[in-house]
């Protein structure tokens, strides 16, 4: 139950501040808005530092000892990360967001913060309640408040604030709820900290290449389309809002699938993920086409409206994503195969990347989407004939040195 609940409340939290957004502040503020989280997410991918992709199954089978100090390694390497992509994601905002640009810039930092968040830790040791209470609810309520304070004719600058401040609490909180002692941080020298970082660059460039086509079509329309920010930023919206509600699936599986005793038994179990995700990936895809529309209606205050064909081709991204979670993040990961999800991220931001940017220049909104559709497509692709074609898993080594 907690890793539905989890999901639903990340998808929830985002509708409370958005009608306040467009109806006080506008098209135009969103899209700036929109443009600061499309930076901060791209940023956060590498703050995150991979711990997301390989963290849940090594920690899923490890000791408890070993898992206290794999989350301090994660904190320490995760902290030292994002003091310069934190920079990096506030002057790259302020210079590309067209107008409001201090609070797309604050936006940008609170965003690239969400990658020091330890939800991949509560997920392999199978504790929703502490993302609930360390990261969901924290977020819900600061974006209440400034919904609420919006509302009532406070700036835009309050929505930037509870962006950012929950995502720098969440760290404390971890330790707190996990009880890290200082000597778990101790033994974790400098050179030793280097190392561990050196540990997940594989995973780290994969998830970091994939962030290229996932969270940066925004920022790229941005550039080659500015007038088709806003409702293809809504789109976007409303369409990781899904995706963040059925992330709950692969979630519980990454726990489930690496507790197995055996490579082989992995292999079922994760091909098993494969079917259920794909599944729930064609329900949700034509429920979100036919649904999207009137939803965009009533979050964006009727300031902008997603056309049925936009929804139709959000709906079809969402059933790819939902497969792709499950043969990367779930069955090339249990099969030790991590650098075939690099290599499926470099093709999918290659072939990507410029038919987002030519597409939305040509067709606007629903070209970028189609540039989406072209960049998930080729990375599923590639990581299912991977998958369909193993037979016998290597085993993984879960050391972390």
């Not at 989890?6 to 006080?24: E, H, K, Q, R």
């Amino acid at each position: 139950m907690g890793f539905i609940v989890v999901p639903m409340l990340g998808a929830i939290s985002p509708l409370i501040a958005l009608p306040a957004i467009t109806a006080n502040f506008g098209a135009v503020a969103w899209g700036a808005i929109a443009i600061g989280q499309s930076i901060g997410m791209a940023c956060a991918v590498v703050v995150e530092l991979g711990w997301s992709l390989n963290g849940p199954q090594r920690v899923a089978r490890s000791s408890p000892k070993n898992r206290n100090q794999t989350l301090a390694a994660a904190l320490l390497t995760k902290a030292l990360i994002f003091m310069p992509m934190a920079l990096i994601a506030f002057v790259a905002a302020y210079m590309l967001a067209p107008t409001f640009k201090i609070e797309a810039a604050v936006v940008a930092m609170g965003s690239a913060a969400v990658g020091m968040s330890s939800t991949w830790y509560f997920i392999g040791t199978r504790r929703p309640g502490w993302i609930l209470t360390i990261e969901s609810l924290p977020k819900l309520v600061a974006v209440g408040l400034a919904a609420l304070a919006m509302s009532l004719g406070a700036p835009l600058y309050s929505y930037a604030l509870a962006v950012l401040a929950p995502s720098l609490l969440a760290p404390w909180l971890t330790v707190l709820a996990t009880r890290l002692r200082l000597s778990d941080f101790r033994r974790y020298r400098p050179s030793r900290v280097l190392r561990v970082i050196q540990f997940q660059s594989l995973a780290l460039s994969a998830r970091a290449v994939s962030a290229v086509y996932i969270a940066l079509p925004i920022t790229l329309v941005g550039i080659a389309a500015p007038a088709a920010v806003p409702v293809f930023a809504a789109a976007e919206r409303l369409q990781r809002m899904a995706l963040t509600l059925l992330q709950s699936i692969p979630n519980f599986m990454q726990g489930w699938v690496g507790s197995a005793n055996s490579a082989s038994a992995r292999l079922d179990r994760a091909r098993k993920a494969i079917v259920i995700n794909a599944a729930f990936g064609v329900v949700s895809g034509l429920v979100f086409a036919l649904a999207a529309p009137r939803v965009a209606h009533i979050v964006f205050s009727g300031v902008i409206e997603i056309p049925l064909e936009l929804s139709s081709l959000s709906g079809v991204l969402i059933f790819i994503v939902c497969t792709s979670r499950a043969t990367g993040n779930i069955a090339l990961v249990a099969l030790n195969k991590v650098r075939v999800i690099m290599i499926s991220a470099m093709a999918g931001a290659l072939v990507g990347v410029p038919a987002i940017f030519l597409l939305s220049a040509r067709y606007g909104p629903e070209g970028a989407l189609i540039g989406e559709l072209i960049a998930e497509g080729t990375v599923l692709v590639i990581q299912l004939v991977v998958t369909l074609r193993a037979r016998r898993p290597p085993a993984v080594n879960l050391a972390v040195s």
